[in-house]
């Protein structure tokens, strides 16, 4: 299977630069897998498509404002993009600069006077040693959010409440779950009163997602790792739901990455560290039932994932539709519930 299976021509002016004014309003394209025909939505209508019983997990990790621009003491520019927090003051990240950095270089912080060390190079990432109050809180203060690379432009103030799930509560993504940025807390209430269970899982999405697969044979393409959490309590969810008939949906393709990862013969179990799962068509999917996402970069991983949950011929006819149609893509755009 070649990476050009996945691609597609995508007119730019539909690539969401800015989220709709209010996150539910998003329009929602529903696929049945069985059927030709797909069904437009606005994204608060989802209520009517869930059933009482199902579970709904979403992601709860809580991007950090992980872009940092400094100097080095010659004066050259560096920008760093913070890849994982390994503990109070170190971080691995991401270097842009007009050479490398070596050992014990230091970088001054734009606007501050905050200096940060390199430890030592790790593969493609700096470990880089942070001074008090330690990476989260400088990041917070200073850093900017990570904006994905297809929305050209600067990030602005609204972006650190609105690049962000309401029920974000465990820093340390430098991107966004996006499937859930649709999901408000009127929303969340509307499903829950019409008894939808939700539960939650955490992948810290890194900034590996957006690299592209640069082999032309996707199954020698190896993906990123990130660190994720499955708990006893979302395992016994999984288990209710299974009992009572229900399905359980997945909100995003982090959400499933952490379902499938945690999955083995005896069915879901809690699980804690690095996730390397890569979904692409001919994944047998051992948990998941529903998948709502948004719509993806051509050739990327996530297409493939979303391809292996619906089919190849079914989402690009999917995609066509939504070209057709206008809907906005990637990480501000609109999203798609795929029922099997």
């Not at 100097?71 to 760093?80: A, C, F, H, P, R």
């Not at 593969?123 to 900017?144: C, M, N, Q, R, T």
């Not at 991107?175 to 408000?184: E, M, R, V, Y």
Request: proline share 5%; glycine share 8%.
């Amino acid at each position: 299977m070649q990476v050009s299976d996945f691609h597609f021509e995508l007119p730019s002016h539909l690539i969401a630069k800015y989220p709709r004014a209010e996150r539910a309003s998003s329009r929602l394209m529903h696929v049945d897998a069985g059927e030709s025909e797909v069904n437009h939505y606005r994204f608060n209508e989802i209520v009517d498509l869930i059933e009482p019983g199902d579970l709904m997990v979403f992601n709860d990790t809580r991007v950090i404002p992980a872009r940092l621009h400094g100097n080095k003491k010659t004066g050259g520019k560096v920008e760093l993009l913070l890849e994982r927090v390994v503990d109070t003051h170190t971080a691995m990240a991401q270097a842009k600069t007009s050479k490398g950095l070596a050992p014990g270089s230091e970088i001054k912080l734009s606007g501050c006077d905050v200096t940060l060390i390199v430890e030592d190079r790790q593969g493609d990432f700096y470990s880089v040693i942070f001074p008090e109050p330690g990476v989260l809180k400088i990041a917070g203060e200073f850093g900017h959010v990570p904006l994905p690379p297809y929305i050209d432009r600067e990030d602005e103030a609204a972006d650190r409440d609105r690049y962000q799930t309401v029920y974000a509560s465990r820093d340390g993504a430098v991107a966004a779950p996006t499937a859930g940025l649709h999901f408000d807390d009127p929303l969340l209430k509307a499903l829950a009163d019409k008894g939808v269970d939700t539960a939650f899982v955490t992948l810290h999405v890194g900034a590996g997602t957006f690299q592209p697969v640069r082999v032309d044979n996707i199954e020698e393409h190896r993906m990123h790792e990130e660190y994720m959490e499955v708990d006893q309590a979302l395992c016994r969810q999984v288990d209710a739901c299974r009992a009572r008939g229900g399905r359980v949906i997945a909100v995003g393709t982090t959400s499933v990455r952490c379902l499938e990862t945690a999955t083995g013969e005896d069915g879901i179990a809690p699980y804690s560290g690095d996730t390397n799962i890569f979904i692409y068509p001919g994944y047998e999917f051992k948990t998941v039932d529903v998948l709502l996402t948004n719509f993806h970069l051509p050739g990327s991983t996530l297409i493939m994932l979303v391809s292996a949950f619906a089919g190849i011929d079914q989402i690009k006819r999917a995609y066509e539709i939504a070209i057709e149609e206008e809907y906005r893509f990637f990480s501000y755009g609109d999203a798609m519930l795929i029922t099997p």
